[in-house]
């Protein structure tokens, strides 16, 4: 095909901080020899593949879509980006709310909240379980190479890394023995893995019913799977069925969170929950990232 689609002067938007800050796993850096400024990796994603490549522009990004026509850059990549929201909105509510975030928002001004496939945001965040996010993203390439549905030509031909396979469908994981799914070295999440895809694929939990619950009655509902607690289920919620007013609570957020907002005093994930929900509103899972940034930058947490 060799078209290429390009969007020049693209606001809010990094590469690096949209990708690689622990929302998907099914991407590689392969930027090799590259100018200063730029970036080029490779996604498997929505049951297609991408090479896309970042520039800098005179006011914003340049984004290059690698063999990629305009009908499937407005079906698939641009909602998957999120590039119809307007960020700087979001980002002056969440300043407005709490000014200390004013910073780590201007240095992390990049971010963007993926809108992912539902199931494989589920099953993901499964294996993130007292995982890194390198492991992660090999057990979730081990997966798809063992058990997804091989790339045909035109998908292999766009891409520059390893990735052969698209990750598992429901169906396919369901048809999986446990056995099958512990060649990921997903190790005790196989289990979960398992009881995931069948309340996935036999309709006990679909997108639509989700859909149609409000955001307390989806948690409780994804948290029926084995293996799922209220931070998994609030990680699928945001990444995987836009429910931007979830907030992901972990050992590390609680900390952040406590530090920032309790005088370091210990809290109950649920008070955070709510505390942020009222603070933040709509904007919360928003929110979380950059106080997930903001607690890097002060090593929050961190014993000294």
């Known amino acids: 095909m060799n078209k290429n689609f ?21 991407y590689a850096r392969v930027d090799m020899n590259i100018n200063e400024g730029e970036y080029e990796y490779d996604i498997v994603a929505k049951g297609r593949t991408l090479h896309i490549k970042e520039e800098p522009d005179t006011e914003g990004v340049r984004l290059i ?14 909602d998957y980006f999120d590039l119809d929201r307007d960020y700087g909105v979001i980002k002056n509510e ?18 963007r909240i993926l809108n992912q496939d539902f199931f494989e945001t589920l099953i993901s965040f499964i294996i993130s379980q007292n995982k890194q996010i390198p492991q992660i993203k090999q057990v979730v390439r081990n997966l798809s190479a063992e058990l997804g549905t091989k790339f045909d ?20 994981l369901y048809n999986a023995s446990e056995d099958d799914i512990r060649k990921s070295k997903c190790g005790f999440r196989a289990p979960y893995i398992k009881d995931a895809a069948t309340k996935v694929y036999t ?48 050992v590390w957020m609680k900390r952040i969170c406590e530090y920032l907002y309790y005088d370091e005093v210990d809290t109950p994930k649920s008070i955070i929950e709510a505390d942020a929900a009222k603070r933040f509103g709509k904007y919360a899972g928003y929110a979380q990232q950059y106080l997930f940034m903001y607690g890097q930058k002060h090593k929050i947490g961190i014993k000294r």
């Not at 693209?10 to 099914?26: M, T, Y």
């Not at 499937?72 to 641009?78: I, R």
């Not at 030509?153 to 396919?172: G, H, N, Y």
Request: charged share 25%; proline share 3%; with cysteine.
């Open 6 to 26: 390009v969007i020049d002067n693209i606001k809010d938007f990094h590469l690096p901080h949209v990708l690689e800050c622990g929302q998907c796993f099914h």
């Open 203 to 250: 309709g006990q939990i679909t997108e639509q019913m989700l859909s149609e619950m409000n955001t307390q009655d989806a948690r409780e509902l994804l948290m029926t799977i084995h293996g799922v607690g209220e931070k998994v289920a609030n990680c699928v919620l945001l990444f995987g069925l836009g429910r931007r007013d979830a907030f992901p609570v972990d």
């Open 65 to 78: 879509f690698y063999n990629t026509e305009k009908w499937e850059y407005d079906s698939v990549w641009k």
């Open 153 to 172: 030509v035109t998908m292999i031909d766009r891409l520059s890394s390893e990735f052969d396979a698209f990750f598992p469908t429901a169906e396919q």
């Open 94 to 111: 969440i300043i407005e709310s709490d000014p200390r975030l004013e910073e780590i928002i201007y240095v992390n001004n990049g971010i």
